[in-house]
C-alpha cells in the first residue's frame, strides 16, 4: 500500500471533547511490539505514514496479520481500561487497531532479482531501506510481457509456418493459441486480483488455489517448460549464429548434402553446450546485470518488429532485390553459383556456368547431366514481389509434405525418372514431415509468456489493476502482430521463398530479413540479442521457481534446492535447470523441442482456467476478484482449449506431460502434504461429500452394498498412548482402505480442564493410526465417566449416511484383577447399547496376538457358527482374506447340532448355502448331545457364585468404612470452624466417636459379617446359572478340540442378561468358552442382514 494507517498520540487540552485524562498510558499501536506514546493525558488517533514496512521477508510462505498471528503480541501488556472485559483474551484476539496497524504496514516485497542485488551491493554493510514498489502498468506488466511473448519463433519460424500451412491455416493457428492465452490472462486476471499475491508468481496462484497435490504439479510443470524455454532460446540463438552470421564459424562440415543436417545438429550441441555454460556463469555471478540488460533486450525485439512493418510498407513502392533461382519448378539452394542460367555468353562463346558444374558431370557442354536439368529451363523470380503483387492468393492454401520433399513452385515443367542423384542436388526440400498438428505445437511457444506481469507482482505500486490491464493488453498486441503478420507475409513474400525454412534459396539470408528495412542486419542482430536475452531471463527465472517450490516444503527431495548463496541466490536450483536445459540442447532441434515447452506450459494453462473455474463455481466466500470480467464459461472454454491443444500439438508428449504431473501429484499425496492454503479442491472435495452424504441418507444401503463401517473404542493409558494398537491393525486389515472407520476414545473429567489432553490423546491416536497404516477418522470425547463418553460415541459418532454400522473393541482381559468394577460393568452396557443401536459388535480376545504386517502362513480362520446373527460370521473372514495377511489362510465353518438335528443333511444344506453366497470353505458339523451336568460345571458355578458375593460383601464393608471415614472428617472440620468463629464462649461437650450405640451396631454388624461368610460356604448354586455354565464349558471343549490351532476363531457373542445382576456371572461365561484359545473374535450380528445369495 501507498499509504500507512498510524496510531499517534494527542495532547490532551488539543482533544474536542476538553475532557481531562486520568493519566493512563495510551500504547502506539501502529507503531510496532512494545511501543508505547511516553506522554500522559493523550488519546490515540490515526494519522498516514508512508514510511516503508518492514513485514514480512518475501520467502514463500504464509504470513497472515489477521487473528491468528499473534507473536507480535506476546509479552505485549495492555493497559487500558476501557477495554478490560476482554484483555484476558487480547493475545489470541487482538484490538481492532493493532489490526488494522498490521494491514496497513503490510506488503509483498518479492524474493527476486531486486533483493539479491541489494545484497550484492551492501555485502558486509547495513542494508539500505528497500524502497516502496513504484512500477506502473506500462513498465511494470506491459512491456515484460511483450518482452517474453515476441521472441525466437516469430523470427525464426513464423515465415515458414505461413509458408506451409497457408495465409488461412495459420491465421486459425495464430487465433486459436492467442485465445487460448487470452482466456487464460483472464482467468489469472481473476486470481491475480483475488488478494495479494506475492513471490511465485503463476505458481503461487496455482497452489494457493487447488493445494499442494496440484500446485507442486503444475509448478514443476511451469518450471519443466521455462527451462525448456530457455534450450529452444539458445538453440535459436546458436542457429541464427550458425546459419545466418557465421556459418564459417561450424565445428562439424558435412561434405556430402545428406549429411548437413547431421553436421549441423552437432554443431548446435557444442556451441549450444558453451552458450549455455556462459549464460549460467553470468546468472550465477550477478542477476542483477542481467537485469540491468533487459531494456537492451526489449529494445532490440521492439526496433526489429518496426522494421520489419517498415520493409513489408515499402515493398509497396520499392521491393526489395532477391532474386530467386529455379530449374523447372523445383526452387534451388542459391550458395554455390552466381548466375542463374545453365550458359553464358562471354566472348561470343559459349561457356558453362557454375550451376551446370552441380548438375552435370563436366564443365563441357556435352557433359552428361541429370535428366530433369537437361529436361527443364532455368527461370529467375522475384523473391519479394511486394504486397500489390497478388501473391496472397498464392499463398492462401498450405503445402503440406515429407522429408525430403522438394520446395517447388506451381510453373509447368518436364517430369524426369526420379533417380538416387536427386537428393544430392542443390534443391530446396523439407528438413522434417510437415502437417498441421507439428505446426501447432512449433508455433505455441511464441504466445507464453503471459506470466511475466504476475512474477514480478512484489514490485508494482497495484499490482491488482496493473496484472490484468498489462497482460491482457500485451496479449491483445502480441494477436494483432501474429495476426497481421500472418497475412503480411503471406502477400509480399513469394510462396517457395516462405517454405524455405534456412532460406538457402535468398543466399542463405534469414526470410524476414529479406523484407526488413533498411537492412537484413537489423532483424539478424536484433533477434539475435533477442534470443540471448530470452535465454538468461528463463536461466534467471526457472531457478527462484523451483527455489519457491522447494521452499514450500511441499516435494521433500527437493528441499536441498530451496538453499542458495548467502544473498538467497538458488546456486542449486540454478545447477539442476542447467542440467535439464542441456538435456534440451542435446536434442539440439528447435521444432522437436518447442513441442515440449509447448505441453508443459499448456499444462499450467489448463490448471490456471481450472483454479478459476472452480472458485467461480463453489462461489468460495473469499472469492471476491477486483477484475469483473470473468466468467465460469470462458475458464471451462479456455480449460478445454488448453487440453485439445496439447492432443492436437502432439498426443504422446501430452500423454507423457500428464504422467509426469500425475506422478508428483501421486508422490505429495503419498507424502502427505500438510498445507493448509484453503485451495479449491477442498472445496471440490467438501462439496462432493455434503452432496454424496445427503444422497447416502436417503435410504439405508441395501444388503449388497453392505460392509461394515467401523467404530474402533480405543483405551488409552497413563501417558495418552494407545494401549491396543493391534486394533488399529486388524482395522486396516479387515477393511483394506475401504469404507468408514472411527477411532474413538474417552477420556475422565471435564473438557475446560482436559482440552489439551484431549488434543494430545488426538495426535497419539492419529500417530498410531499412521504408523498401523489405518485410514479413517479420530475422534477424542472428554465425558463425566468412562461409561457416559462410551455412549455419547456409539450415538453421535458420524454423519449423516456415513455412520458406524459396526463396534470393535478389545476384551477386557484383566477384569478379575481390577478392584473397580465399573470396567467390566461399562463393558456390558456398550454390549446392550449396540444391541439396542442394532449394531453389530466384534470383542477380540488376546489382540495384542494378532498379527501387524507379517503374512501369516497357512492355516485356518474357524467361524463356529452356532445361531443366525444375520450372516456376519461369514462375511468377516471373506473380507479378511482380501488382506495380504490373511491370503493364505482358508476358511472352515463348524456349526453345532442338537440331538433331534440330522447332522449330514446340515452339512449338505450348509455347503449348498455356501456355494449359493459364493464362498470357498470347509464345512464341518459337530454334535453336542445332551449330557449330565459334569460335577466340574456345578463347581465352577458355585466357584463363581461365591466369588461374586465376597466381593460384593468386601464391596459393601468398604464402603461403610469410607462413609465413616468421611463422617469422622465432616465433623472435625465443623468443630474447629466452630472453635474459631466462637473463642470467648464456653467450651462445648465434646462428642466422642466410639459411643456405646456405635460399639453394639459395630459388634451386630462383625456377627452379620460372619454369618454372612457362614451362609457363603452353605449356599447352593443357582440352576439357571448352573446351566449357562454348562454350554458354555461344552461348547469351549469342542471349540479347544478343533480350532485351537486355528489362526483365528470366531464365534457368536451371546447377550447379556436383562437382569442387572448376572452381568458379572455374564463375564465368567464368557471366559469359560474362550478358555484355551489364542486368538478370538467374538461376533454379535446388528439384527439385519448383511450377506446375500442374490446378484
Known amino acids: 500500500m501507498s499509504e500507512r494507517f498510524r496510531v499517534v498520540p494527542v495532547a490532551a487540552h488539543e482533544s474536542a471533547f476538553g475532557d481531562e485524562t486520568d493519566g493512563d498510558t495510551v500504547f502506539d499501536a501502529g507503531v510496532g511490539e512494545g511501543e508505547r506514546a511516553e506522554r500522559r493525558g493523550s488519546v490515540p488517533i490515526l494519522q498516514y505514514s508512508r514510511e516503508p514496512n518492514k513485514y514480512g521477508d518475501g520467502n514463500p510462505r504464509e504470513s497472515s496479520p489477521f487473528i491468528h498471528n499473534t507473536d507480535d503480541y506476546k509479552g505485549t501488556l495492555y493497559d487500558g481500561k476501557n477495554m478490560a472485559l476482554f484483555e484476558e483474551e487480547i493475545e489470541s484476539n487482538p484490538m481492532v487497531s493493532s489490526l488494522l496497524s498490521k494491514l496497513a504496514n503490510y506488503t509483498n516485497l518479492t524474493q527476486g532479482v531486486r533483493e539479491h542485488e541489494e545484497a550484492d551491493e551492501d555485502e558486509g554493510a547495513k542494508k539500505k531501506k528497500v524502497k ?36 488461412l491455416e495459420s491465421f486459425i493457428i495464430v487465433s486459436m493459441c492467442c485465445s487460448c492465452t487470452m482466456l487464460t490472462a483472464i482467468s489469472m486476471s481473476a486470481i491475480a486480483t483475488n488478494g495479494v499475491v506475492p513471490a511465485g508468481g503463476s505458481y503461487y496462484m496455482i497452489s494457493r488455489s487447488l493445494g499442494p497435490e496440484f500446485g507442486g504439479a503444475v509448478g514443476l510443470c511451469f518450471y519443466l517448460g521455462t527451462t525448456f524455454a530457455g534450450a529452444m532460446y539458445i538453440l535459436g540463438t546458436i542457429e541464427i549464429f550458425l546459419t545466418y552470421i557465421v556459418p564459417s564459424a561450424a565445428i562439424f562440415k558435412a561434405e556430402e548434402k545428406a549429411l548437413e543436417a547431421e553436421a549441423m545438429l552437432n554443431n548446435m550441441r557444442v556451441y549450444g553446450t558453451c552458450c549455455l555454460t556462459l549464460m549460467a556463469v553470468v546468472v550465477f555471478v550477478g542477476v542483477k546485470y542481467v537485469n540491468k540488460l533487459a531494456l537492451v533486450f526489449l529494445a532490440c525485439v521492439v526496433l526489429s518488429i518496426l522494421s520489419i512493418y517498415a520493409g513489408v510498407f515499402k515493398t509497396i513502392f520499392e521491393p526489395p532485390v532477391f532474386p530467386v533461382c529455379l530449374l523447372g519448378n523445383r526452387t534451388l539452394q542459391n550458395h554455390g553459383f552466381d548466375k542463374c542460367m545453365k550458359t553464358d555468353i562471354i566472348d561470343n562463346v559459349t561457356v558453362t556456368t557454375r550451376l551446370w558444374a552441380l548438375f552435370c558431370s563436366g564443365p563441357e557442354l556435352n557433359a552428361s547431366c541429370n535428366e530433369y536439368f537437361s529436361l527443364n529451363n532455368v527461370t529467375e523470380i522475384q523473391g519479394i514481389p511486394g504486397l500489390t503483387s497478388g501473391a496472397i492468393s498464392e499463398n492462401m492454401w498450405g503445402s503440406y509434405g515429407p522429408t525430403g520433399m522438394m520446395v517447388e513452385k506451381d510453373l509447368p515443367s518436364v517430369p524426369a525418372t526420379a533417380s538416387p542423384q536427386d537428393k544430392d542436388m542443390p534443391y530446396v526440400v523439407n528438413d522434417i514431415t510437415t502437417f498441421f498438428t507439428l505446426l501447432v505445437g512449433i508455433y505455441f511457444p511464441s504466445v507464453t509468456g503471459i506470466m511475466a506481469g504476475s512474477n514480478r507482482s512484489g514490485d508494482l505500486r497495484d499490482a491488482q489493476r496493473s496484472i490484468p490491464i498489462g497482460t491482457i493488453l500485451a496479449i491483445a498486441t502480441t494477436t494483432i502482430i501474429y495476426l497481421s503478420c500472418v497475412v503480411l507475409f503471406g502477400a509480399a513474400i513469394d510462396g517457395v521463398v516462405l517454405r524455405d525454412k534456412f532460406g538457402d534459396s535468398v543466399k542463405g539470408n534469414l526470410v524476414i530479413g529479406t523484407l526488413s528495412w533498411p537492412s537484413p542486419w537489423v532483424i539478424v542482430i536484433g533477434s539475435f540479442f533477442s534470443c540471448c536475452g530470452a535465454g538468461l531471463q528463463s536461466l534467471t527465472g526457472a531457478p527462484r521457481l523451483l527455489q519457491a517450490i522447494a521452499r514450500d516444503g511441499i516435494v521433500p527431495f527437493l528441499e536441498v534446492f530451496g538453499h542458495g548463496k548467502a544473498n538467497g541466490e538458488p546456486t542449486w536450483a540454478l545447477l539442476l535447470t542447467a542440467l535439464i536445459c542441456e538435456s534440451g540442447i542435446l536434442i539440439a532441434s528447435l521444432d522437436a523441442v518447442a513441442p515440449i515447452l509447448s505441453m508443459f506450459f499448456l499444462m499450467c494453462y489448463l490448471f490456471v482456467n481450472l483454479a478459476c473455474a472452480l472458485q467461480t463455481l463453489l462461489r468460495t466466500p473469499n472469492w471476491r476478484p477486483r477484475f469483473k470480467f470473468y466468467h465460469w464459461t470462458l475458464s471451462f472454454l479456455g480449460m478445454s482449449l488448453c487440453l485439445a491443444l496439447m492432443f492436437i500439438s502432439s498426443w504422446y508428449y501430452a500423454l507423457v506431460a500428464m504422467l509426469i504431473a500425475g506422478c508428483i501429484y501421486k508422490y505429495i499425496e503419498y507424502r502427505g502434504a500438510e498445507k493448509e492454503w484453503g485451495d479449491g479442491i477442498r472445496g471440490v472435495s467438501l462439496n462432493a461429500a455434503r452432496f454424496a452424504l445427503i444422497r447416502l441418507e436417503e435410504a439405508p444401503p441395501h444388503t449388497k452394498n453392505w460392509r461394515p463401517q467401523m467404530l474402533v473404542l480405543l483405551n488409552l493409558d497413563s501417558e495418552l498412548s494407545v494401549k491396543h494398537p493391534r486394533l488399529l491393525s486388524f482395522t486396516t486389515q479387515l477393511k483394506a482402505g475401504k469404507g468408514l472407520t472411527i477411532v474413538g476414545s ?158 449330514i443333511q446340515m452339512k449338505k444344506d450348509l455347503q449348498m448355502f455356501l456355494y449359493h453366497l459364493r464362498l470357498n470353505a470347509e ?42 471415614a468421611q463422617l469422622i472428617h465432616d465433623r472435625n472440620t465443623a468443630s474447629h470452624a466452630a472453635l474459631n468463629d466462637k473463642a470467648d464462649a464456653a467450651p462445648e461437650r465434646v462428642h466422642m466417636t466410639w459411643t456405646k450405640e456405635k460399639f453394639f451396631s459395630n459388634r451386630n454388624r462383625e456377627h452379620n459379617a460372619t454369618m454372612a461368610v457362614r451362609d457363603l460356604f452353605n449356599m447352593k448354586p443357582n440352576q439357571s446359572n448352573v446351566r449357562c455354565m454348562h454350554t458354555a464349558v461344552k461348547l469351549n471343549e469342542v471349540v479347544v478340540n478343533k480350532s485351537q490351532g486355528a489362526h483365528l476363531v470366531l464365534l457368536n457373542m451371546p447377550g447379556p442378561p436383562r437382569n442387572r445382576g448376572g452381568d458379572e456371572n455374564y463375564m465368567e461365561f464368557m471366559e469359560v468358552m474362550m478358555e484355551g484359545l489364542n486368538r478370538v473374535l467374538l461376533v454379535r450380528g446388528g439384527g439385519r442382514e448383511v450377506i446375500t445369495i442374490y446378484s
Request: proline share 3%; net charge neutral.
Open 746 to 903: 474417552v477420556l475422565e473429567g471435564t473438557y475446560l480442564t482436559r482440552d489439551t489432553e484431549a488434543k494430545q490423546a488426538e495426535q497419539n491416536i492419529k500417530s498410531a493410526m499412521s504408523a498401523e497404516k489405518t485410514k479413517g477418522f479420530c475422534h477424542v470425547v472428554v465425558s463425566s465417566n468412562q461409561r457416559d463418553g462410551i455412549s455419547h460415541l456409539v450415538q453421535s459418532a458420524g454423519l449423516g449416511g456415513m455412520k458406524h454400522n459396526s463396534v470393535l473393541m478389545a476384551w477386557p482381559g484383566n477384569w478379575r484383577q481390577s478392584n473397580d468394577p465399573q470396567s467390566w460393568k461399562s463393558f456390558i452396557e456398550t454390549v446392550r447399547e449396540t444391541t439396542a443401536a442394532h449394531l453389530a459388535l466384534l470383542v477380540a480376545k488376546n489382540v495384542d496376538s494378532f498379527p501387524h504386517q507379517e503374512r501369516l502362513s497357512e492355516g485356518t480362520i474357524d467361524v463356529w457358527w452356532i445361531v443366525h446373527d444375520g450372516g456376519m460370521l461369514m462375511l468377516l473372514p471373506f473380507l479378511l482374506r482380501q488382506h495380504k495377511v490373511w491370503r493364505k489362510c482358508k476358511m472352515r465353518i463348524f456349526t453345532v447340532a442338537q440331538l433331534d438335528d440330522n447332522s
Open 923 to 964: 464345512v464341518e458339523v459337530v454334535e453336542m448331545h445332551d449330557s449330565d451336568i459334569s460335577a466340574f460345571t456345578y463347581e465352577k458355578t458355585l466357584v463363581m457364585e461365591q466369588r461374586s458375593q465376597m466381593l460384593k460383601q468386601m464391596q459393601l464393608s468398604r464402603t461403610e468404612r469410607e462413609r465413616e
Open 132 to 167: 516502496s514498489p513504484q512500477m506502473g502498468t506500462f513498465i511494470g506488466v506491459y512491456l515484460p510481457c511483450l518482452q517474453n511473448i515476441l521472441g525466437v519463433i516469430l523470427f525464426l519460424r513464423m515465415t515458414w509456418i505461413v509458408g506451409t500451412a497457408g495465409i
